[in-house]
């Protein structure tokens, strides 16, 4: 968009879209980069249709450490390059603090973070968005994009590159599913991570599911400039992120003391430790550092 068509776009809907994932295995029939390719499609197909602004997608989050270094052993197995993205869980969620900064201080009056990746993330990025929200005049709400997707496929919300998340992804970016890259039915795999049920992927489907994930976001930025407006009645807020000294001080205030306690910090319980021969190990367990 250009600087007139930004402007205008906000003036008429004040809402800001971010959308996070991961270049991560995703079977071979699915291009690298499905989980932030199907999130910020999908906010931009709800901006274009509801209103708002789909910020720029990140495609830096959570892998190769905790519970995701566990499943990657037996999911992905031992490869030599894993195509991955990862940073560690401090540097995710102090990223996002910065970005929540960036829309207070533009005057944006909600923003939906939807992630496209999954595993206990997006468990910590809704807590992280109620930690921050007490500081911050814009109003959030943070989600997975399985929780707009219901009823889903077949009773199906989310899977990984599966059926839903193919048929989702060939709905939304068609050039980066090719189905001719499919194993034969009958070898198990692993084919880099890929849902055993891929093979019933829908396009037409997929798009039913686009369709019904976009209204929804749609529906809860109306809430939450209702949200706005009944908080503030017309007045400036009091309280808005502007500087990077305020990002800085709700992750010392806020976050940082909850730091510890959030999912992506700790691996399974009960778990014995990965092989040190696993390509896994590397990063796990995790640093309790922030």
Same mark, same amino acid.
């Given at each position: 968009?250009?600087?007139?068509?930004?402007?205008?776009?906000?003036?008429?809907?004040?809402?800001?879209?971010?959308?996070?994932?991961?270049?991560?295995?995703?079977?071979?029939?699915?291009?690298?980069?499905?989980?932030?390719?199907?999130?910020?499609?999908?906010?931009?197909?709800?901006?274009?249709?509801?209103?708002?602004?789909?910020?720029?997608? $990140?495609?830096?989050?959570?892998?190769?450490? %905790?519970?995701? +270094?566990?499943? #990657?052993?037996?999911? *992905? @197995? /031992?490869?030599?390059?894993?195509?991955?993205?990862?940073?560690?869980?401090?540097?995710?969620?102090?990223?996002?603090?910065?970005?929540?900064?960036?829309?207070?201080?533009?005057?944006?009056?909600?923003?939906?973070?939807?992630?496209?990746?999954?595993?206990?993330?997006?468990?910590?990025?809704?807590?992280?968005?109620?930690?921050?929200?007490?500081?911050?005049?814009?109003?959030?709400?943070?989600?997975?994009?399985?929780?707009?997707?219901?009823?889903?496929?077949?009773?199906?919300?989310?899977?990984?590159?599966?059926?839903?998340?193919?048929?989702?992804?060939?709905?939304?970016?068609?050039?980066?599913?090719?189905?001719?890259?499919?194993?034969?039915?009958? $070898?198990?795999?692993?084919?880099?991570?890929? %849902?055993?049920? +891929?093979?019933? #992927?829908?396009?037409? *489907? @997929? /798009?039913?599911?686009?369709?019904?994930?976009?209204?929804?976001?749609?529906?809860?930025?109306?809430?939450?400039?209702?949200?706005?407006?009944?908080?503030?009645?017309?007045?400036?807020?009091?309280?808005?992120?502007?500087?990077?000294?305020?990002?800085?001080?709700?992750?010392?205030?806020?976050?940082?003391?909850?730091?510890?306690?959030?999912?992506?910090?700790?691996?399974?319980?009960?778990?014995?430790?990965?092989?040190?021969?696993?390509?896994?190990?590397?990063?796990?367990?995790?640093?309790?550092?922030?």
């Amino acid at each position: 968009m250009f600087p007139d068509e930004l402007e205008a776009a906000f003036q008429n809907c004040p809402v800001l879209y971010f959308a996070y994932g991961l270049c991560e295995p995703h079977g071979p029939q699915n291009a690298v980069g499905l989980d932030a390719l199907k999130a910020h499609a999908v906010v931009c197909k709800a901006a274009r249709k509801y209103g708002g602004i789909a910020a720029p997608p $990140d495609y830096w989050h959570i892998h190769e450490l %905790g519970g995701y +270094a566990y499943w #990657a052993h037996s999911s *992905v @197995g /031992e490869v030599e390059r894993h195509w991955m993205t990862s940073v560690p869980p401090w540097i995710h969620f102090k990223n996002i603090c910065y970005q929540i900064r960036t829309a207070d201080a533009l005057g944006f009056r909600a923003a939906v973070l939807l992630t496209g990746h999954y595993g206990p993330n997006w468990e910590d990025l809704k807590t992280l968005t109620q930690l921050i929200q007490p500081y911050a005049a814009v109003r959030l709400y943070s989600l997975p994009d399985f929780e707009a997707n219901l009823p889903g496929m077949d009773g199906a919300t989310g899977d990984h590159a599966g059926k839903v998340e193919t048929s989702l992804l060939w709905a939304l970016e068609p050039d980066c599913v090719d189905m001719s890259r499919m194993p034969d039915r009958d $070898d198990h795999g692993p084919h880099f991570a890929m %849902g055993a049920n +891929a093979f019933e #992927a829908d396009r037409r *489907v @997929g /798009e039913r599911m686009a369709e019904d994930e976009a209204r929804f976001l749609g529906e809860k930025a109306r809430e939450l400039l209702e949200a706005y407006e009944e908080a503030h009645q017309g007045r400036e807020p009091a309280n808005r992120l502007r500087t990077f000294d305020d990002a800085e001080r709700v992750w010392e205030e806020a976050v940082l003391p909850a730091l510890g306690e959030f999912k992506t910090m700790n691996g399974p319980p009960g778990q014995e430790p990965l092989p040190s021969s696993s390509v896994w190990s590397a990063n796990s367990p995790i640093p309790k550092r922030g």
